[in-house]
């Protein structure tokens, strides 16, 4: 089992900058890729940040440049370095780890954190 806390969100005015954090406990060895996946009103969860055991990055489109994931496998935690928001980034932001082995696979999401970008 693992548990994921995510925190860190807020309201900030369009141009400012936020970083999310999501700490992870339980069986921490069996978690592979981390990601960050927003939803904001009316719409769709989408994937924003995802970063490998190994630590390779992929990013959504709408974020390359602005955003950076991050993982410090030491404190068990991982990261996302919000920079020039936009208000069309509001939304609620999920943390998510896919953990286990070949077989075994299950995926766990936090709480979320919301997050509002005023303009």
């Known amino acids: 089992q693992v548990q994921l806390v995510e925190s860190g969100g807020g309201l900030v005015q369009a141009g400012g900058s936020l970083r999310l954090s999501c700490a992870a406990s339980?069986?921490?060895?069996?978690?592979?890729?981390v990601g960050w996946y927003r939803q904001a009103p009316g719409k769709q969860r989408e994937l924003v940040a995802l970063i490998s055991r190994g630590g390779n990055t992929n990013y959504a489109g709408s974020v390359k440049g602005r955003f950076t994931i991050s993982r410090d496998n030491a404190k068990n935690t991982a990261y996302l370095q919000m920079n020039s928001l936009k208000p069309e980034d509001t939304a609620v932001y999920y943390c998510?780890?896919?953990?286990?082995?070949?077989?075994?696979?299950?995926?766990?999401w936090g709480q979320g954190t919301q997050v509002t970008v005023s303009s």
């Open positions: 998510n780890a896919n953990s286990g082995s070949s077989g075994y696979y299950r995926d766990y």
């Open positions: 339980g069986s921490i060895s069996s978690i592979n890729a």
